[in-house]
């Protein structure tokens, strides 16, 4: 059961909530105790309440769950748990969120309402409609940093914010890449199961993934040099982080595009030995180059 409730939560998808913490690393507040809590608690707020957004939509899709090849074995659509446990779990989930959000301020708790907000639309209407899904995708996490920010009351980037957007962009498109190429290899092409799906082609989810990833790329490497950047940091160091940023993208275009994988952006992450690295070999720098520990 526990395991079940694990994968009903989507806790490897809780990764995505860490960027919440960009503010605080490039704020230069990343070893300042108190701030490092209250992002800590503002990242399990996000990771709660992703979860409870996460069972919302499988209540609602597991009929479509059902009938796809990978999701016809999450917990719901597989029958390991039960609707009612699934809203007990809401209820249950809910609670630690409204008993956390007086200790937040006021700015954090109306984001974390409109980041609860726009995922329900998505559940229930955006995800059906082209292009305007993986811009809702592409909010959600912009609203994750902005929410880091305000938890902790800090300025972020402007550039940082457009790596974000782009970087979820990017990732989105994979995505639907990775849907459509499984899709086409069914027998039947059945495209039932995320009907967005007969909008795209896999060309068109390639060319918007392919100018994603560019505008990642340029956004990140302005962001290293430009002028509040080196005024902050009091270096133009950080601009050598960037090969990681160009061999992360590049890597991740060819675990989908070459090995096939892509329709699970967490399983890449966690499992592919060289994106662990590149990813660990990043923060390890940047917190080197920020904080002037060289």
């Known amino acids: ?14 990764i995505k909530n860490s960027f919440v913490f960009v503010p605080l690393l490039f704020s230069l507040n990343l070893f300042n105790t108190d701030l490092l809590l209250t992002t800590l608690a503002a990242f399990i707020v996000f990771c709660l309440t992703s979860s409870i957004l996460y069972i919302i939509n499988d209540i609602s899709d597991i009929e479509a769950d059902r009938a796809h090849p990978v999701k016809k074995l999450r917990p719901l659509a597989a029958r390991t748990v039960s609707v009612k446990q699934a809203y007990i779990s809401l209820f249950l989930l809910s609670i630690p969120v409204l008993i956390s959000l007086p200790f937040f301020n006021l700015k954090f708790t109306i984001l974390l309402i409109s980041f609860f907000i726009l995922n329900l639309l998505y559940s229930f209407s955006f995800k059906h409609i082209v292009l305007l899904d993986i811009f809702t995708i592409a909010a959600g996490f912009m609203l994750r940093v902005i929410g880091g920010a305000f938890a902790i009351e800090v300025e972020v980037s402007s550039w940082l914010i457009l790596t974000t957007m782009f970087l979820s962009l990017f990732l989105a498109g994979m995505k639907r890449y990775s849907e459509l190429r499984l899709t086409l290899n069914q027998a039947n092409n059945d495209i039932s199961t995320r009907k967005v799906l007969r909008n795209y082609s896999t060309r068109l989810a390639r060319q918007i993934s392919t100018v994603a990833a560019s505008a990642v790329i340029i956004c990140y490497a302005l962001y290293t040099v430009s002028e509040r950047t080196i005024k902050i940091f009091g270096n133009e160091n950080l ?38 690295l590149t990813l660990t070999l990043y923060i390890l720098t940047a917190v080197l180059i920020i904080y002037d520990l060289l």
């Open 1 to 14: 059961m526990i395991k079940n409730y694990f994968f009903l939560f989507r806790v490897p998808q809780w």
């Open 239 to 276: 601009i050598y982080t960037t090969p990681f940023v160009v061999f992360g993208i590049f890597r991740y275009m060819y675990l989908v595009y070459i090995t096939e994988e892509g329709e699970n952006t967490t399983q890449i992450m966690i499992k592919d030995i060289q994106m662990i």
